[in-house]
């Protein structure tokens, strides 16, 4: 059976060959000239939430990169700062052997004594070394320099936060050291409720004013604060109140914490001044949380019924020995009596009790103990007992009290104390031996930064050819499909125009 075809179907059908080829090639010609295979979601919706997926993570590799590559002049930085004071030591240590020579008199120990006080200088100014600026050793206090020397030693203004660093999908690293853990001590103790306000931010105490604290219905009172007290005092006027609000220590003893028990929430758990006052900001309470606030570390500053337990952030001192030299005189004190409830009034009481002519109390900083001499012509100093570290946990001497035993070799140089230059042969030792420790720290931290760049380098690469792979155009292939569909459509044109003639009776009909 023949099938007639009229002119308009015929019209039709040609037209839409020449619509389909016209649409391919417009597409394939914008492949081949923005080198994407994919120009909507809807051209491969598969292959779409691939590309999303690499783009984001490509995204996030190239942030950690930046990460690393913003933060590699901190940590060479503080080597550099590292390698000053460890050669500073070894020619402290190579003066101090030259003056305990048969030709060395308490004039030439005078002139060393400039020499070791430039040292000094030195010393402080690495441990202060800074980049842009951020302090290198002054823990997550970058704004504050971290060390300063004085009559009665030196002082350490920084604290013993961490810097971390995010270097990887869930990987961080901790950036920094502390100048606690390089050059003095830090015996950071934890809040208790028996802490006094006074004892708060380093020794400066909270303000006294009052802060307004609302729970998460919406309830809301000021609480007033004196600047004298306990952790209590404060702990108990939050607890005394209606609101669905209990203050407890932190979780990282540290600091003051704040749990809302709202069954109905309207809002966040809100602290805030009063008055345009700084109280609640004094005790680490500031700002808006859905539900818990973890308080910010109060750095409270030792004093004598401080606890052994609360020492080095709650993990307590185990505490040994320790030997005293003061002129001709010597002894060794032993610890063993003290247990963790014992404080540091207990461990002064041993030291001061020794009969050495020497005073321990708690040093200006407020973080570690001292030990002076009651005679000026003297200097005592605190040496370690059978490999013990009890001088340097206590911050004594020896160890990680690198500026300590620096100020102290200068005093001996000026006193002429050959006892103490003996003394101090010793503990330099221990002080250069610490120094390599940090040293290597250091550089695991470097190491690790760079193994962490290559590999993000490398996946970095391998996550682009793939993402290139699902989106981009092979061109040998669109070149080909673009020619071929170029012929295709005059081809079609061609045909159509001579298959589709219309006459004087297509009109008339």
């Excluded at 052997?97 to 060395?104: A, D, E, N, P, R």
């Amino acid at each position: 059976m023949v099938m007639r075809v009229t002119n308009q179907a015929s019209q039709q059908s040609a037209l839409n060959n020449i619509f389909r080829i016209s649409e391919d090639l417009f597409n394939t010609s914008n492949s081949v000239s923005s080198g994407k295979r994919i120009q909507r979601s809807s051209d491969d919706p598969s292959g779409t939430r691939q590309v999303l997926s690499f783009r984001t993570s490509i995204s996030q590799n190239n942030q950690f990169l930046r990460n690393i590559n913003n933060n590699k002049g901190f940590v060479n930085n503080a080597d550099t700062a590292l390698e000053k004071v460890s050669l500073s030591l070894i020619r402290t240590k190579e003066l101090v052997v030259s003056q305990l020579g048969g030709t060395s008199t308490a004039t030439t120990r005078s002139f060393t004594a400039e020499e070791v006080s430039g040292i000094v200088s030195q010393a402080v100014l690495s441990a202060n070394s800074q980049i842009g600026n951020r302090f290198l050793f002054g823990g997550d206090k970058v704004d504050v320099s971290p060390f300063s020397v004085s009559a009665s030693g030196a002082v350490y203004q920084g604290n013993t936060g961490a810097i971390s660093l995010s270097i990887g999908d869930s990987a961080s690293l901790q950036l920094n050291l502390p100048g606690s853990d390089v050059f003095s001590v830090d015996l950071n103790p934890t809040v208790s409720t028996s802490t006094s306000l006074s004892d708060l931010n380093g020794g400066q105490g909270v303000t006294a004013g009052s802060f307004v604290l609302a729970d998460r219905q919406g309830n809301s009172e000021t609480i007033s604060v004196s600047s004298s007290g306990t952790v209590a005092d404060v702990i108990n006027a939050i607890n005394a109140t209606q609101l669905n609000i209990t203050a407890s220590i932190n979780d990282s003893n540290n600091g003051i914490k704040l749990t809302d028990t709202s069954s109905l929430i309207n809002q966040s758990l809100t602290v805030t001044e009063a008055n345009n006052g700084t109280t609640a900001q004094s005790l680490g309470l500031i700002g808006e949380r859905n539900g818990i606030m973890q308080g910010f570390d109060l750095n409270p500053q030792l004093n004598t019924s401080t606890t052994l337990s609360q020492l080095n952030d709650g993990q307590g001192l185990d505490l040994t020995s320790v030997n005293i030299v003061n002129g001709s005189a010597s002894g060794t004190v032993s610890f063993s009596s003290l247990n963790s409830a014992s404080t540091i009034g207990d461990a002064l009481n041993l030291i001061n009790n020794a009969g050495l002519n020497i005073t321990a109390a708690i040093g200006s900083d407020g973080k570690s103990l001292k030990v002076v001499s009651n005679s000026s012509s003297t200097v005592a100093i605190v040496r370690e007992v059978s490999g013990g570290n009890s001088a340097e946990l206590l911050g004594l001497g020896g160890g990680r009290n690198i500026l300590t035993t620096l100020l102290q070799t200068q005093q001996a140089l000026e006193r002429n104390d050959t006892f103490a230059l003996i003394a101090l042969t010793d503990t330099l030792d221990t002080t250069i031996n610490s120094l390599s420790g940090s040293r290597a720290t250091i550089g695991t931290i470097t190491r690790r930064l760079e193994d962490n760049e290559f590999s993000l380098e490398k996946e970095l690469v391998d996550k682009t050819e793939r993402l290139s792979d699902i989106e981009d155009v092979d061109f040998a292939k669109a070149a080909s499909e673009l020619a071929a569909l170029e012929l295709a459509f005059q081809s079609t044109l061609s045909a159509t125009s001579r298959i589709i003639q219309p006459t004087l009776l297509n009109f008339l009909n």
